[in-house]
């Protein structure tokens, strides 16, 4: 095996961004975050340049929510973020939120399973 570089792999699907959102909720209010979340599926696997919108709940901690989100672009995600529908939840988020959001933004580097 040899060596690998350093730079930082090209993303082997263009400019698709994947986003990993860790999200925890005040305590005793993970049912109500998750219920908050899952108002934002289908509004957001139905945007342009959505590629897939998973939310997942922790197996562990009932209070920490997962989202799993695929984007053809970065554009794409920015506009997400600008939906009327984005802007009201984030802007309620201090009723269930436990300090801040994780959000991370991932480029994949391998080619998608056939």
């Given at each position: 095996m040899t060596a690998q570089s350093s730079a930082t792999p090209t993303p082997a699907n263009g400019e698709q961004l994947t986003?990993?959102?860790f999200i925890r909720a005040k305590p005793g209010r993970?049912?109500?975050l998750g219920r908050r979340l899952g108002t934002l599926v289908e509004p957001s696997r139905a945007e342009a340049g959505n590629i897939n919108y998973d939310l997942h709940r922790s197996n562990d901690d009932p209070d920490v929510w997962v989202l799993?989100?695929?984007?053809?672009?970065?554009?794409?995600?920015?506009?997400?973020?600008?939906q009327p529908y984005m802007k009201a939840f984030v802007a309620a988020l201090p009723e269930v939120l436990e300090g801040e959001m994780d959000l991370r933004r991932c480029a994949m580097v391998t080619k998608v399973a056939a």
């Open positions: 986003l990993i959102a993970g049912d109500e799993y989100e695929n984007w053809h672009a970065a554009a794409d995600l920015a506009s997400h973020f600008e």
